[in-house]
């Protein structure tokens, strides 16, 4: 009984922008639970790479390249999946950009792409699958949070502006999906070693920043995600709705 509760055996996740990084975690920690994964991006090669190594490893794993601000590709594709692949069961929003810039020179063309990829781009998929979970009555939907979800630093004022926005955006799905039988929560990483944030793992006085103010001293791993996704992912979870689940070493239990 304890263990089928985080089983995730027969079920089908979706997960954005798993190309890589957090995405590519949390895609390969599902399959090592038993769940048949959809890799999604916008790099057909990159995508096609990542799907090959989790075959190679044994999952059960597929390809999907639409882009999450183009809502008619989106629609289409997800439409795909459901009619070739199967129903899905969980979807995890993790597709997301990154600028860093002091907000008084921040240009324009950046704000608008954030928006548009990280708050816009779950919204687009989130209802696009929601519709099929709803006719289902159930369904998983986990959004990628931030620490900059609960704060902010220096130079990326917009970024956190489009985690805040998922936050609340989490718990509006919430509101609108849970008579449905949808569980919609959000994960809120730290700093985690991750591609997107190889400048900063490289810089030695934002390093010793960083594991300064975060109470565990030091760097995420990017495996260490995966309990939180697979708890949120599964039965575990059945009356959880609407929350934001923080895995950030302490960094916004501490001042």
């Excluded at 263990?3 to 890589?20: D, H, I, K, M, P």
């Excluded at 999907?64 to 129903?87: H, K, L, M, N, P």
């Excluded at 907000?103 to 919204?123: C, I, M």
Aim: charged share 20%; glycine share 10%.
């Amino acid at each position: 009984m304890a263990n089928s509760l985080f089983s995730l055996e027969g079920r089908l996740a979706l997960v954005t922008g798993s190309g890589q990084g957090i995405g590519f975690a949390l895609a390969r920690g599902l399959a090592e639970h038993g769940a048949s994964v959809v890799l999604n991006g916008r790099d057909a090669a990159r995508i096609g790479s990542a799907v090959d190594k989790l075959r190679d490893a044994g999952f059960k794993a597929h390809a999907s390249t639409f882009d999450v601000t183009d809502f008619q590709a989106v629609d289409a594709d997800v439409a795909r999946i459901e009619a070739e692949i199967g129903a899905i069961d969980i979807l995890i929003n993790n597709a997301g950009v990154q600028f860093r810039a002091p907000l008084e020179d921040f240009p324009e063309e950046q704000w608008e792409r954030l928006f548009k990829t990280n708050v816009s781009g779950a919204f687009h998929a989130g209802k696009a699958v929601a519709r099929h979970m709803i006719t289902r009555g159930m369904g998983k939907i986990i959004n990628i949070g931030s620490v900059q979800s609960e704060l902010a630093r220096p130079n990326i004022a917009p970024y956190t502006a489009t985690k805040g926005a998922i936050r609340n955006l989490t718990r509006g799905m919430c509101a609108d999906w849970a008579k449905y039988g949808l569980q919609i929560n959000a994960i809120a990483p730290g700093y985690f070693r991750t591609e997107m944030n190889q400048a900063l793992v490289d810089n030695p006085e934002f390093s010793a920043w960083l594991e300064k103010r975060t109470p565990a001293g030091r760097w995420g791993n990017v495996s260490e995600l995966i309990g939180a996704a697979v708890f949120l992912a599964s039965d575990a979870s059945s009356f959880v709705n609407g929350h934001t689940l923080y895995v950030d070493g302490g960094m916004t239990a501490s001042v």
